[in-house]
């Protein structure tokens, strides 16, 4: 009986320190290896402070899911095929390349590269294709890589559950004048002037969410805009949320379809700075849960990755 054809999947996703220690090096990677003043350096830890009180789960989260993923593909292949999956982070170990070398050393020969990120942006995911699909032509490893899943109609359905069940944190009498604001990380305005799709397909998913899960009230909002020069795209959900009370609105359901996991964006920036934010305005602010691991999310990765193996 002929061995099964082992096929890497590159899982990579932005990265988180995995200890408190990791910090500086982390935060020192995105500043392209310029070290981060200690006013900086201080902010960072305080806010991981405040969401993981010192105890650093966050990087567990990612392993989770890599190791889930696995398991779907596995579960759902051809008997021809197996399925090993590596992970390639951009700003932590073990980095992008350091995971297709890995595969190299494995003997992969095929792979498929995916990232834990539905929407595509040349400055975000297409990054890290280029990153990954430049190591791999010099290991000799065939790499193609899936660009985005944002419409898949079971990332459509888990996060239409997540919605229709967080709605339930509002009273009854409450619930029809919710206003659901969906989210996503900014970039800069440059990515305007590059026809970039990253805007419009956050877009699309927020009103097939929203369509799905029978919501009207509802807008789109950017958060975690990066403190640089340049101008971001917004309007930023801080500012959103102050348009909201001069309109008069009470409760607001953040949807952050642009992220799938715990972390410092969604931990931090929603459920401490923009909550502090909300009940200083006299609003109650409500968050959908994260897809982190979910059996459905799991599934359209799995499928991303067979559709994209199938082009080839």
């Known amino acids: 009986m002929a061995a099964a054809e082992k096929i890497g999947v590159l899982v990579m996703s932005y990265g988180t320190p995995d200890s408190m220690d990791g910090i500086e090096p982390y935060y020192t990677h995105i500043r392209r290896g310029n070290p981060p003043t200690p006013e900086q350096l201080q902010e960072l830890t305080d806010r991981y402070e405040a969401i993981v009180g010192g105890v650093f789960p966050l990087r567990e989260n ?12 596995n579960t759902v292949s051809a008997d021809s095929r197996r399925f090993v999956c590596y992970q390639g982070l951009k700003h932590a170990y073990p980095f992008i390349e350091d995971g297709v070398r890995q595969m190299a050393e494995d003997g992969i020969q095929r792979a ?4 834990l990120a539905p929407h595509y942006s040349v400055m975000s995911v297409g990054g890290y294709i280029k990153r990954a699909q430049e190591e791999a032509e010099q ?11 944002h419409m898949h109609p079971l990332l459509i359905e888990a996060l239409s559950r997540r919605v229709e069940k967080a709605l339930d944190l509002f009273p009854a009498e409450r619930r029809e004048d919710v206003k659901v604001l969906f989210t996503a990380h900014s970039l800069p305005e440059r990515i305007l002037e590059m026809a970039d799709p990253y805007p419009e397909q956050l877009l699309d998913t927020s009103r097939a969410v929203a369509e799905q899960s029978g919501v009207n009230n509802w807008q789109f909002a950017w958060q975690s805009a990066g403190r640089t020069s340049v101008p971001w795209l917004g309007p930023d959900i801080l500012d959103v949320l102050q348009q909201l009370k001069e309109e008069q609105v009470r409760a607001v359901l953040v949807c952050p379809v642009g992220f799938v996991s715990d972390h410092l964006e969604v931990l931090y920036d929603l459920d401490i700075e923009a909550k502090q934010a909300a009940k200083q305005l ?7 849960a994260s897809l982190n691991t979910d059996p459905l999310y799991m599934k359209v990765l799995a499928d991303a990755v067979i559709e994209q193996l199938a082009k080839e």
């Open 282 to 288: 006299d609003m109650q602010l409500e968050r959908t």
């Open 139 to 149: 290991a000799g490893i065939q790499l193609t890589c899936v660009q985005s899943y």
């Open 112 to 115: 498929v590269g995916i990232v």
């Open 62 to 73: 990612t392993n989770r899911q890599v190791q889930s993923l696995e398991e779907a593909l």
